[in-house]
T-cell receptor, first 114, second 112 residues
Framework: AQSVTQLGSHVSVSEGALVLLRCNYS??????LFWYVQYPNQGLQLLLK??????LVKGINGFEAEFKKSETSFHLTKPSAHMSDAAEYFC????????????FGKGTSLLVTP | KAGVTQTPRYLIKTRGQQVTLSCSPI?????VSWYQQTPGQGLQFLFE???????NKGNFPGRFSGRQFSNSRSEMNVSTLELGDSALYLC???????????FGPGTRLTVL
């Protein structure tokens, strides 16, 4: 069985500061990992995904994440936060055992202060 | 390319009623998945349809069902609604497998 844990349901950063959102996963087979963002009253938008190629994955809007198998982690980072980054962020895992259904973490709400 | 569309966007029902939600995937996508989002349980996978066949199913009661048509459009039905069914229901389309899932804006269902 697979699962995802997102540490910190709320994260607050200053505009221009580093954004770090944590995600740890468990999977008994090679996982595929994703970060999605959700703005109020909208669906989910894919930021980036890891599918067993490069361990450092670059996504949209300046976000990137690094797959670390030894730590079973896939943390999301952005060097400099913008006000427009304020949203809910979800880490998700899928694998062949789950039929590639997305298994989401509980989400982290990012607040960006001026 | 048009994105994933879901209708209606908002719905209010009473306990015991049934409801049907609709999802039109991105043109060319044959896989449609449904997810339920609630504050308490978060995002949970309901089921996936591929080429009119249910290919995968989450852990939901039989009151939740779905189908897919030959044009890949999908519907999900919830019978005998309960208060706990109040949620945002998200539809996602993809080419299948591990390919990217594109999400629609969701249908917000409120059960009174």
């Amino acid at each position: 069985a697979q699962s995802v844990t997102q540490l910190g349901s709320h994260v607050s950063v200053s505009e221009g500061a580093l954004v770090l959102l944590r995600c740890n996963y468990s999977s008994s087979v090679p996982p595929y990992l994703f970060w999605y963002v959700q703005y109020p009253n909208q669906g989910l938008q894919l930021l980036l995904k890891y599918t067993s190629a490069a361990t450092l994955v670059k996504g949209i809007n300046g976000f990137e994440a690094e797959f670390k198998k030894s730590e079973t982690s896939f943390h999301l980072t952005k060097p400099s936060a913008h006000m427009s980054d304020a949203a809910e962020y979800f880490c998700a895992v899928s694998d062949s055992d789950s039929g590639y259904a997305l298994n989401f973490g509980k989400g982290t709400s990012l607040l960006v202060t001026p | 390319k048009a994105g994933v569309t879901q209708t209606p966007r908002y719905l209010i029902k009473t306990r015991g009623q049934q409801v049907t939600l609709s999802c039109s995937p991105i043109s060319g996508h044959r896989s449609v998945s449904w997810y339920q989002q609630t504050p308490g349980q978060g995002l949970q996978f309901l089921f996936e349809y591929f080429s009119e066949t249910q290919r995968n199913k989450g852990n939901f009661p039989g009151r939740f069902s779905g189908r897919q048509f030959s044009n890949s459009r999908s519907e999900m039905n919830v019978s005998t609604l309960e208060l706990g069914d109040s949620a945002l229901y998200l539809c996602a389309s993809s080419s299948g497998g591990v390919s990217e899932q594109f999400f629609g804006p969701g249908t917000r269902l409120t059960v009174l």
